[in-house]
């Protein structure tokens, strides 16, 4: 026995434990109990992961109990742990452990602690019932779960108005998602009679034809949940605004958690998706299209934490890309290195805004890398990673995606193009974040400059170790050309993944080519964001008078959520005011249900007529009826 089920078992109990004792037990007990409940899961995950790979198939199966049966049709509550989920698993429990252990600092004078850490250990349950699920049932079960608890801490702050919208928003948004995903799931079982992942994938190639309308269009509505759970094209407006929680809630969507899940589900369903040609090349164009339009909208934006989310946004349609062109394996590369540097960079942010009492306007910052030294160092490895610099994290797990993009067979010059092009973006607005923020001339008034100072050890030590990892992560997969490492995440996945049709290979001096194109981008990009920022901010007051409408269009955000509020909002309020409202509920619904009572009171009133207290009228009613009565019997 694996006991699988006590990786999710942890998260659960700190749940039950802080959500239901916390108040009354105080903040020392919630503080042990919450991390200490991810720490179990990590240490699990890890004797699992060892277990998996040297299990027969790399796969470990474990049964709990039947959830429903009826006639062949048996749904159980099983966890799989395999090449993907073990990986997963790591990434979650592990980043999901620093991210506690960091808001032990961040949220020690919250007043609702434990509620915070209640949630937290929770979202963290349902992101790993999610990837240790066996069906599409229960995958759905921690799908929605992660679902509710994004609402439930974006909204933690839900006396502002602006957080209570951001977190209906996300789950509005959410919605839409699921019913491709549900959609998705009753076709599946009319096709296959299972909702077993390891069937479908194996049954696929046969019960299905290869480019057909059937498996086209369950793949299109498995897409469409995923763009709404990864944020991609046109439902990705809802994870800008989940900066509303917490910083460390932010950490942990964007980096290990609930944007990936769109992704997890598409690589684990690789063999039906290669299938679909036409699914394949919509994501690889919507990932490229959210890659580029996400990093436009980073350029301008002031906001850290918004900078980094629309660079999340970036980097998904990045991972996207790579599942379009079927270079599986690059894609869930770059989402273990994403997780490393996202959140190393967002946990780093929060440092920042706790040293600066929450200021997050990086135009009143500056300066501050002397006092901020732990902060800055590990940010600034962060950054390098994200911007593809050599050697670090990001540079293996992006070149690997700019290489497939080019060179696979449902790839081409255009989608490399866009990704190089946004690679070179990356660069420039992640170093502008780290010059305005850490450079320059001090903007900081007065009164936050005397009370700077570093973040406490329980936040500086989870930066520490996720630098680290920003670092030397990408050596894991290090690709071919180079040749001074295997790759060991093509070796680890090896037979995993469905493979597209292969063409003829391209050149070594090809690949090294435009690796050696995409650093030389990132460093040019690099000196422009040293050029602009690094000293005063004159240069770029004068190259934002010159571009006036490209900066208005960047920094609102192309204008997407006024169109969705024009396009939908609105008319949806109009609709829903004259015609739902007004014509059919007051005018149709209600009048039919107040037919009955309308019909009693007209009744009533007549009766009451001849209830006068007159004695003639009664007499006279009363011989009336007889004489009906008689005429009746005698006739």
Known sequence: MSQIWL?????????????????????????????AAVGFAFLQSLVLFFEMRAADGHRLVETLYTWMATGSFQVDVAFQVDQLSGLYLLIITGVGFLIHVYSIGYMGAEAGYY???????????????????????????????????????????????????????????????????????????????????????????????????????????????ATGKSAQIPLYVWLPDAMEGPTPVSALIHAATMVTAGLYMVARLSHLFVLAPFTMNMIAVIGAATALL?????????????????????????????????????????????????????????????????????????????????????MLMGTLAIAGIPFFSGFFSKDEILWKAFSSPLGGGGFWLIAFVT?????????????????????????????????????????????????????????????????????????FFAQVPETTPGSAAAEIGLMVASVLLAVIAWSLAHRYYSTSLDAVTALRNRLQTTYRLSLNKWYVDELYNAVIVQPGKLFSTFVLWKLIDQNIIDRLVLLPGNVARGVGSGLRLAQNGVLQSYALIFSLGAMLILGFVLL
């Open 115 to 225: 509620r915070y850490f209640a949630f937290l250990n929770l979202f963290i349950f349902f992101m790993l019932v999610l990837v240790l699920g066996d069906s599409f049932l229960l995958m759905f079960v921690g799908w929605e779960g992660v679902g509710l608890c994004s609402y439930l801490l974006i909204g933690y702050y839900f006396e502002k108005h602006s957080a209570a919208e951001a977190c209906k928003k996300a789950f509005l948004f959410n919605r839409v998602g699921d019913f491709g995903v549900l959609s998705a799931v009753m076709l599946i079982f009319v096709t296959f009679g299972t909702l077993n992942f390891n069937i479908v994938n194996a049954e696929a190639a046969t019960q299905l034809e290869s480019g057909g309308i059937l498996v086209t269009v369950i793949t299109l509505f498995l897409f469409l949940g």
């Open 423 to 495: 690679a070179g973006m990356t660069s420039f607005y992640m170093f502008r974040l780290i010059y305005l923020t850490f450079h320059g001339e001090s903007r900081v008034d007065s009164h936050t400059a005397e009370h700077l100072h570093e973040s406490p050890a329980v936040m500086t030590v989870p930066l520490v170790i996720l630098a680290v990892l920003s670092v030397f992560g990408g050596f894991f997969g290090v690709p071919h050309v180079l040749n001074f490492l295997p790759n060991g995440m093509e070796l680890y996945f090896k037979g």
């Open 7 to 35: 990786v999710p078992a942890f998260p659960l109990l700190g749940f039950l434990l802080n959500g239901f004792f916390g108040k009354f037990f105080g903040k020392r007990f919630v503080t042990i109990i919450a991390p």
């Open 294 to 378: 996400a990093a436009t909208i980073a350029l301008t934006q002031t906001d850290i934490k918004r900078v980094l989310a629309y660079s999340t946004v970036s980097q998904l349609g990045y991972m996207f890309l790579a599942l379009g062109v079927g270079a599986f394996t690059a894609g869930i590369f770059h989402v273990m290195t994403h997780a490393f540097f996202k959140a190393l960079l967002f946990l780093g942010s929060g440092s920042v805004i706790h040293a600066m009492h929450h200021e997050q306007d990086m135009l009143r910052m500056g300066a501050l890398r002397k006092k901020l030294p732990v902060t800055y160092l590990t």
